[in-house]
């Protein structure tokens, strides 16, 4: 495939305007929205931050202080809470490491206690829970996986086991669910792939017929779906196209029509994505907007690692990698 130019299309990645937008999050205290969203603030802190560091200006932000307070969610148990003082559960556990991990702080962690944490969440099938109320998901085998394997400790669970939970919930159109027999979801197939990638167990997927499926999510107006039948969204541009790059077929979607569709999800004067043209922006939608611009070749933009949702520096400075995807 011929490389990617910004001039090949009608608008450009508003680089100074997302940093700026991406800034400013953590300054409308005195907004509602803010304090809504404080359940959620470990998550938006990975997201604005990996969104940073992939449009390659990881100094808008100062690591040192952002350490110190996701080290202050870690509760007593060894998992981390979406905020301080916040019950622990696995999602913020993963966004916690992952951040540590892109600002080169996981040395301030007590490792052994997070190791312990996810540990235990695993059950006899293989499966893990979320927290220690029970909920069952194969989006925490990813962050199980992807956490231990961050922090080179995949040997504390029983990875053949873990494997084999997620083999059940692989369907008949080559997807993946959130539980056995679950209809297959590309967030969902993000995480079994993701988690399988991790394990070096790639084997278990059917590629051409998860690709086939994965590559029917593009529709006529070059945005991917998650599922038949649904809308474009712009978060599908990092869970579906992830998911084809690990299986090596990114080139069976159209790369032009989806960074047009991508581009058009930005709002030029605030700065920021929505999930489509017209929404309101959010950090969740920026950072997958970008992250799949640089799955897609966008120039200037920092490389993401498909299976961790982090940059290609950190995975290979932690020493993690387990082979280059295109
Ligand atoms: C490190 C990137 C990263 C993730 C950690 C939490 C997690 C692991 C993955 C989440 C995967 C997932 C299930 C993503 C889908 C999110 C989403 C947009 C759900 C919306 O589902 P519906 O059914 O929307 O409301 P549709 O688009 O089907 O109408
Ligand atoms: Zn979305």
């Known amino acids: 495939?011929?490389?990617?130019?910004?001039?090949?299309?009608?608008?450009?990645?508003?680089?100074?305007?997302?940093?700026?937008?991406?800034?400013?999050?953590?300054?409308?205290?005195?907004?509602?929205?803010?304090?809504?969203?404080?359940?959620?603030?470990?998550?938006?802190?990975?997201?604005?931050?990996?969104?940073?560091?992939?449009?390659?200006?990881?100094?808008?932000?100062?690591?040192?202080?952002?350490?110190?307070?996701?080290?202050?969610?870690?509760?007593?148990?060894?998992?981390?809470?979406?905020?301080?003082?916040?019950?622990?559960?696995?999602?913020y556990t993963l966004s916690a490491i992952q951040v540590l991990?892109?600002?080169?702080?996981?040395?301030?962690?007590?490792?052994?206690?997070?190791?312990?944490?996810?540990?235990?969440?695993?059950?006899?099938?293989?499966s893990f829970s979320g927290d220690e109320w029970g909920e069952v998901d194969t989006r925490f085998s990813y962050?199980?996986?992807?956490?231990?394997?961050?922090?080179?400790?995949?040997?504390a669970v029983d990875v053949p086991k873990a494997v084999e939970y997620v083999k059940k919930c692989m369907?008949?159109?080559?997807?993946?669910?959130?539980?056995?027999?679950?209809?297959?979801?590309?967030?969902?197939?993000?995480?079994?792939?993701?988690?399988?990638?991790i394990v070096d167990r790639l084997d278990i997927v059917d590629a051409d017929k998860l690709g086939w499926w994965l590559a029917e999510r593009q529709l006529p107006n070059g945005g991917l779906n998650g599922r038949p039948e649904k809308l474009e969204d712009v978060c599908y541009s990092w869970w579906v196209l992830s998911?084809?790059?690990?299986?090596?077929?990114?080139?069976?979607?159209?790369?032009e029509k989806l960074i047009n569709f991508i581009l058009s999800c930005q709002d030029t004067e605030t700065g920021g994505f929505s999930d489509r043209q017209g929404d309101m922006v959010d950090v969740f939608h920026t950072l997958f907007g970008i992250t799949g611009l640089s799955l897609l070749g966008y120039p200037n933009l920092a490389k993401v690692d498909p299976v961790y949702c982090m940059p290609v520096s950190t995975i290979e400075r932690l020493n993690i990698k387990t082979r280059t995807y295109n």
């Open 1 to 91: 495939m011929s490389e990617i130019k910004v001039e090949q299309f009608p608008i450009k990645l508003e680089v100074e305007k997302h940093l700026k937008y991406l800034k400013e999050l953590n300054n409308h205290q005195d907004e509602l929205e803010y304090w809504l969203s404080e359940a959620l603030r470990l998550n938006g802190i990975y997201w604005g931050v990996t969104a940073t560091y992939i449009l390659d200006h990881p100094e808008i932000y100062d690591s040192k202080e952002i350490s110190k307070f996701i080290l202050s969610c870690q509760n007593e148990d060894g998992g981390f809470g979406g905020c301080t003082d916040h019950d622990s559960h696995l999602l």
């Open 243 to 255: 998911s084809l790059s690990i299986i090596d077929r990114i080139h069976w979607i159209n790369k």
């Open 143 to 155: 962050c199980a996986l992807s956490c231990l394997k961050i922090l080179h400790r995949l040997d």
């Open 101 to 126: 991990a892109i600002c080169d702080t996981l040395s301030e962690v007590n490792k052994d206690k997070v190791v312990k944490y996810v540990a235990k969440l695993q059950n006899p099938d293989g």
């Open 171 to 197: 369907n008949f159109d080559g997807g993946f669910g959130s539980v056995e027999s679950a209809e297959s979801h590309s967030g969902q197939i993000f995480c079994c792939v993701g988690a399988l990638a």
